[in-house]
């Protein structure tokens, strides 16, 4: 154990040295390395002026920033990446995990300090064994993974790995053991470390070079959307709309939208902040209870006039009196499980970030009743298919879990759906208005989907005859929707989505029993983390504790979250659909 401390303190030094030969500074605090992980680390007491200079702990220049820009100026890889990337073959992400990848198999890399302070494994499904994968079946984890390596796979075949070869003959490497997973490793480093980075105009396009910065994200409002998702093409697919990361990017304070241009990119030094747990991306340890709170922020600096390094990103304490020796972290946003587990490697038990993805499959669409009018239905009304419930929509159902406030969004939606109803009067607005805790976009679609033949008609004849009132407009969407309304209510959406809630909990149910099931597994968990050895465990497990590994405890925290989520929107769902049918028989 000595041995491996020495040796992890010699690479933190070489790592330090290496920033500060870039052009980096460590201010009032230092890298350290513990099981967990590596971490910065306040080293003493940070002063009380006023001045933000006396807060600001981390300036990195961004000359020093992996980013697509960084990548297509490289001497080797950045013609290659450039004809990909015109081409339309590759996205900018492509380009800095291919920029990974390569450095990576470099001996003589010039990014070799800072490369052998990542990990070299991860928590995230894509590195479970084939035990711990199966204890995700019957979630979207465990479908998007599979279609993720696919993906992934294919990419590495058809463009990584002749084009790796290539450019490492092509600087003197003659035998290389090139393989996937090397590619494997540089995508988890980029999606558990890049940060949406707000970058002055003037950096990303310089003064005759505006053909360099053709490859930026876009702005930060969608460049983590990933299709209105989190991730590109590579996460989750289509399966799953995935989760908007946040608007802005981890750790990160608002800035100005002047002058700037958004793009993703990896700074080595402020990338080892933690949101008061593990590193992302180092294991899949986890804390039972975490301090939640943020000890610092981090700015991009155009100028220099805070970090005194014009051109630099900044990490800012706001932390109102520090403590000595301890870990600095970051505010990394309110995400789920789901999502968490699948970047980072890790869960929270008992999230309040929490989300269920529901959705109707499109696949089955074309073989339902008058598909084809349906399907343009579907168009006209901008109707949605999946839907990510969060466990706070709860809050304001039939049978709130708090009682916390209805905040000002969820009171605007309220009024926006009330307004939607009552177009021609044949129908009285619902009484559970108020309460249904399923958003409209989506309530809009099942019901589209579910309309039978008699609505259909009624639907026709009430639009034909506002077209005959006005014959030189057509209808609006939100008058379409209303009368898709008018014509089928509720009742056949509501019944539609318990059917889909039902199913879904049996999928999850198959393979790992019931929630009370996977609660008690939890229970009689004594936890094996990466560095420990199953004979540290004996007496645990002889105490009645069952030893399991970190990645399959996450599984089955993620797994428990979303059988309980499940419950309780199927509950909602049928007290809805049961008010629903009263009201139709009135």
């Known amino acids: 154990m000595a041995a491996a401390t020495s040796e992890e303190g010699a690479k933190v030094q070489v790592f330090v040295d290496w920033l500060q ?90 990014w070799k300090p800072y490369l052998d302070m990542l990990p070299t494994r991860f928590g995230n499904p894509l590195w479970f064994s084939d035990d711990d994968f199966l204890e995700l079946k019957g979630t979207n984890l465990y479908d998007a993974t599979l279609l993720q390596k696919k993906k992934l796979l294919s990419l590495y075949h058809d463009k990584v790995d002749p084009l790796l070869k290539k450019l490492l003959l092509l600087d003197g490497v003659s035998e290389s053991n090139v393989s996937f997973e090397h590619f494997l490793w540089a995508n988890s480093v980029f999606w558990s ?140 946003g309110n995400k789920g499980n789901e999502e968490l587990l699948y970047l980072y490697g890790f869960v929270i038990e008992n999230n309040p970030d929490d989300y269920l993805m529901v959705h109707y499959p499109v696949e089955a669409i074309p073989s339902i009743p008058f598909s084809d009018s349906k399907g343009q239905l579907l168009e006209a009304q901008k109707a949605q298919l999946r839907c990510l419930l969060p466990k706070s929509l709860l809050d304001h159902g039939f049978f709130p879990q708090t009682t916390s406030k209805v905040r000002e969004s969820d009171e605007k939606g309220t009024a926006a759906r009330s307004c939607n109803f009552s177009w021609s009067g044949q129908r009285k607005t619902p009484s559970y208005v ?54 089928c209510g509720d009742s056949g959406a509501l019944q539609l989505l318990v059917d889909l809630l039902n199913t879904k909990m049996m999928k999850l149910e198959e393979n790992s029993g019931s929630e009370e099931q996977d609660a008690g597994l939890l229970e009689e968990a004594c936890v094996l983390e990466i560095h420990e050895q199953p004979r540290e465990l004996e007496e645990e497990e002889e105490e009645g504790k069952r030893m399991m590994s970190r990645n399959k405890w996450s599984s089955v925290v993620y797994r428990r979250g979303q059988k309980q989520l499940t419950r309780l929107f199927l509950k909602e769902a049928e007290h809805a659909l049961h008010l629903s049918l009263s009201s139709d028989h009135c």
């Open 193 to 332: 470390r890049a940060l949406n980075l707000p970058l002055p105009h003037s950096f990303v396009f310089p003064q005759n070079q505006e053909d360099v910065g053709g490859c930026h994200s876009t702005p930060a409002t969608d460049s983590h959307q990933k299709g209105k998702s989190l991730l590109s093409v590579l996460l989750f697919l289509c399966l799953i709309p995935v989760f908007k990361i946040q608007d802005q990017a981890p750790g990160a304070t608002s800035v100005g939208s002047g002058d700037t241009v958004w793009v993703e990119g990896l700074v080595p030094g402020i990338d080892f902040c933690n949101h008061g747990m593990p590193i992302p991306g180092i294991d899949s340890f986890i804390c039972r209870n975490i301090d939640l709170k943020p000890f610092a922020t981090w700015e991009v600096d155009g100028t220099g006039s805070v970090s005194k390094v014009p051109s630099s990103m900044y990490l800012l304490s706001v932390a109102q009196n520090p403590i000595p020796n301890k870990e600095i972290t970051i505010s990394y």
């Open 434 to 487: 108020n309460k249904l805790v399923f958003p409209e976009d989506f309530m809009t679609g099942l019901r589209t989907i579910a309309m039978q033949e008699d609505e259909i008609y009624k639907f026709s004849a009430m639009l034909e005859e506002l077209v005959e009132s006005r014959p030189d407009e057509q209808p609006s969407e939100t008058e379409v929707r209303m009368a898709v309304w008018e014509a």
């Open 21 to 110: 030969v870039n052009g980096a500074e460590l201010r009032g605090c230092t890298i350290n390395s513990s099981p967990k992980g590596f971490g910065i680390i306040f080293a003493e007491a940070q002063g009380s002026s006023d001045d933000d200079d006396d807060d600001v702990l981390v300036v990195v220049p961004l000359e020093l920033a992996i980013t697509p820009m960084r990548v297509l100026q490289e001497p080797l890889l950045g013609p290659e990446c450039r004809s990909m990337f015109e081409l339309g073959h590759v996205d900018d992400r492509f380009l800095i995990i291919l920029f990974l990848t390569f450095e990576r198999l470099r001996p003589l890399s010039s």
